[in-house]
């Protein structure tokens, strides 16, 4: 493991939230910062904002009204970043660590013109590097940049996942260290699954995978700037600074021998609804329609069904995000009528069940044991989805949990110990 070994190098370390709720939380981050930099290394911090802040905001947006102009929506969110970056360079300042921070758009990060979910389209990052060059370590406002209008962007919830990757790629640093409230991605949601284990590595396209089902533990973006990009991540906690989970293309331990697990994972998500649209007329351009009108207004629709048809007449089902609802709602109900059909139905009442594992290329089989084990455990499948290395399942939301437990045990997850092998000493 050649990153896992290198001891000196520029570490990129994010900082979320949780890690900098309070005054004291800062200053046992600026400690770490300052550990790490003495140690030789060249350190550049992201930092989200303060606890809850985000979210306070937001509700103060709601309160004063219904209306949220985007780019005022960015100039206030992106106020508390600014907060946890300068506090944190105020803390290294108080233990002699020379520290300067930047907003996104100091840092020279690149977005498009999408207020409220701007994506970065390139990093310039001079001031970055001409401070650090001066010996200075760096923080930097996640979750922002400035656009190609000039404009303060933000780049969606979670988003400073994603600045602190793409900082690493513009970089080139030698690792992203992502600093949260668990102590790494786990082979379940320890709060449904008290055995669940921490994963000692994961392969990019296994992370994709389960931050596309549901996994809340890295931004979706950020682990695909990390393939893209070839950026080591490691997710570890800020409360306990123990090792945590390595994110890299790794396939294995430089032994070969050894096995590659079938499964790293149970993933779960009740965030999605389904909606179904009953008696839709067989024909082409139908599902066109219906898709389009979703897609152009920004909603991801997850899931689709389409039974076979009766009587010239289908039904079709999907699943969007619960925060989509309303919106997709509308649109649904107007298209509906468009094409003739005779309703629509939705059920938000559902949860998402995933298996990901890179093993399951070369392991058939492995979606026939998920459906015998919730059969059973009595569980009905509503809807099925795969891709090389996941099988999902939609069920119903009360039968979550037993879901998840009974394919934790019945995968070999619950003691398999050839999934979380340690890796070499690096702190
Ligand atoms: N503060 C932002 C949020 O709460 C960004 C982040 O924490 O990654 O979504
Ligand atoms: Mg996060």
Same mark, same amino acid.
């Given at each position: 493991?050649?990153?896992?070994l290198?001891?000196?190098?520029?570490?990129?370390?994010?900082?979320?939230?949780?890690?900098?709720?309070?005054?004291?939380?800062?200053?046992?981050?600026?400690?770490?910062?300052?550990?790490?930099?003495r140690?030789?290394?060249?350190?550049?911090?992201?930092v989200?904002?303060?606890?809850?802040?985000t979210?306070?905001?937001?509700?103060?947006?709601?309160?004063?009204?219904?209306? *949220?102009?985007?780019?005022?929506?960015?100039?206030?969110?992106?106020?508390?970043?600014?907060?946890s970056?300068?506090?944190?360079?105020?803390?290294?300042?108080g233990?002699?660590?020379?520290?300067?921070?930047?907003?996104?758009?100091?840092?020279?990060?690149?977005?498009?013109?999408?207020?409220? /979910?701007?994506?970065?389209?390139?990093?310039?990052?001079d001031?970055?590097?001409?401070?650090?060059?001066e010996g200075?370590?760096?923080? %930097?406002?996640?979750?922002?940049?400035?656009s190609?209008? /000039?404009?303060?962007?933000?780049?969606?919830?979670g988003?400073s996942?994603?600045?602190?990757? $793409?900082?690493?790629?513009?970089?080139?640093a030698?690792?992203?260290?992502?600093?949260?409230?668990?102590?790494?991605?786990?082979?379940?949601d320890? !709060?449904?699954?008290?055995?669940?284990?921490?994963?000692? !590595?994961?392969?990019?396209?296994?992370m994709?995978?389960?931050? +596309?089902?549901?996994?809340? %533990?890295?931004?979706?973006?950020?682990?695909?700037?990390?393939?893209n990009?070839?950026v080591?991540? *490691?997710? !570890?906690?800020?409360?306990?600074?123990e *090792?945590g989970t390595?994110?890299?293309d790794?396939?294995?331990?430089?032994?070969?021998?050894m096995?590659?697990?079938i499964?790293s994972?149970?993933? *779960?998500?009740?965030?999605?609804?389904?909606?179904?649209?009953? +008696?839709?007329?067989?024909?082409?351009?139908?599902? $066109?329609?219906?898709?389009?009108?979703?897609?152009?207004?920004?909603?991801?629709v997850?899931?689709?069904v389409?039974?076979?048809?009766?009587?010239?007449?289908t039904?079709?089902?999907?699943?969007?995000?619960? $925060?989509?609802?309303?919106?997709?709602?509308?649109?649904?109900?107007?298209?509906?009528?468009e094409?003739?059909?005779?309703?629509?139905?939705?059920?938000?009442?559902? $949860?998402?069940?995933?298996?990901?594992?890179?093993?399951?290329?070369?392991?058939?089989?492995?979606?026939?044991?998920?459906?015998?084990v919730?059969?059973?455990?009595?569980?009905?499948i509503?809807?099925?989805?795969?891709?090389?290395?996941?099988v999902?399942?939609v069920?119903?939301?009360?039968?979550?949990?037993?879901?998840?437990?009974?394919?934790?045990?019945?995968?070999?997850?619950?003691?398999?110990?050839?999934?979380s092998?340690p890796?070499?000493?690096?702190?």
């Amino acid at each position: 493991m050649r990153v896992a070994l290198k001891m000196v190098g520029l570490v990129v370390q994010k900082y979320g939230g949780t890690s900098v709720a309070d005054p004291d939380r800062i200053k046992s981050v600026a400690d770490h910062v300052a550990f790490t930099k003495r140690h030789g290394n060249d350190v550049v911090v992201v930092v989200s904002a303060m606890g809850k802040t985000t979210d306070n905001l937001l509700s103060l947006a709601n309160q004063v009204s219904e209306v *949220h102009p985007g780019r005022e929506m960015d100039m206030l969110l992106t106020t508390g970043e600014r907060i946890s970056m300068s506090l944190l360079c105020i803390a290294l300042a108080g233990i002699g660590v020379e520290a300067v921070s930047f907003t996104g758009s100091q840092a020279g990060i690149i977005t498009d013109t999408v207020h409220t /979910k701007a994506k970065i389209s390139e990093i310039k990052g001079d001031r970055v590097r001409e401070a650090l060059a001066e010996g200075k370590v760096v923080v %930097v406002a996640g979750f922002q940049g400035v656009s190609t209008d /000039k404009e303060i962007t933000t780049l969606g919830r979670g988003g400073s996942d994603t600045t602190a990757v $793409a900082l690493a790629a513009a970089l080139n640093a030698d690792v992203c260290e992502i600093y949260t409230d668990v102590t790494g991605i786990f082979t379940a949601d320890p !709060r449904i699954v008290p055995q669940a284990r921490k994963l000692g !590595r994961l392969q990019f396209e296994e992370m994709l995978e389960m931050a +596309g089902v549901g996994s809340k %533990v890295l931004a979706l973006r950020s682990v695909e700037f990390a393939r893209n990009h070839n950026v080591p991540i *490691h997710v !570890r906690s800020s409360f306990t600074w123990e *090792h945590g989970t390595w994110v890299s293309d790794e396939k294995s331990q430089g032994d070969s021998s050894m096995e590659e697990p079938i499964i790293s994972g149970v993933v *779960h998500d009740a965030s999605e609804s389904k909606v179904t649209i009953v +008696g839709v007329p067989d024909k082409p351009g139908i599902s $066109a329609a219906l898709f389009e009108g979703l897609a152009s207004s920004n909603i991801n629709v997850d899931m689709i069904v389409q039974n076979t048809s009766k009587d010239g007449l289908t039904d079709i089902s999907f699943t969007v995000p619960k $925060a989509d609802m309303k919106v997709a709602e509308d649109i649904v109900s107007r298209v509906a009528s468009e094409i003739g059909a005779s309703g629509v139905t939705h059920n938000s009442e559902i $949860a998402k069940v995933s298996l990901v594992g890179a093993g399951m290329k070369t392991s058939p089989g492995v979606a026939a044991k998920m459906f015998r084990v919730l059969a059973d455990n009595n569980i009905n499948i509503h809807m099925i989805s795969t891709s090389t290395i996941r099988v999902s399942v939609v069920i119903s939301g009360k039968d979550m949990e037993s879901a998840v437990r009974s394919l934790h045990t019945a995968f070999g997850l619950d003691s398999g110990s050839a999934y979380s092998a340690p890796l070499p000493e690096r702190k």
